[in-house]
């Protein structure tokens, strides 16, 4: 049996795939950090001291979640506005007694 997907509920949608972009990347973004610590240089060209940014590394996953939730939610929007021109996504599936 065929079946088309008509819409996706761009809120839900996006809201789902924010988060799961945000805590997914949290294991990717603790060893970058601890890896730049220890490889950034102590000192610039002129010798004055770099810190180095941890709290960028706190900010990338609302980044991501932020970033994430709007992207998602236009792909959605757009998704569902071509779905009357070219139609959905089709699946088939078998019912199994």
Known sequence: ???????????????VFAVLMAVGM???F?????????TMPAVDQ??????????LFLLMPFFYLIFGYISVSIGCFIYNFLY???GGIEIETDEEE
């Not at 002129?46 to 709290?55: C, R, S, V």
């Open 84 to 86: 009357k021109f070219v």
């Open 46 to 55: 002129n010798g004055n001291p770099i810190e180095f940014p941890f709290m």
């Open 30 to 38: 603790i060893p970058m950090a601890l890896m730049m610590s220890f």
């Open 26 to 28: 949290i294991p990717f």
């Open 1 to 15: 049996m065929k079946k088309q997907i008509r819409k996706f509920p761009p809120h839900q949608n996006a809201k």
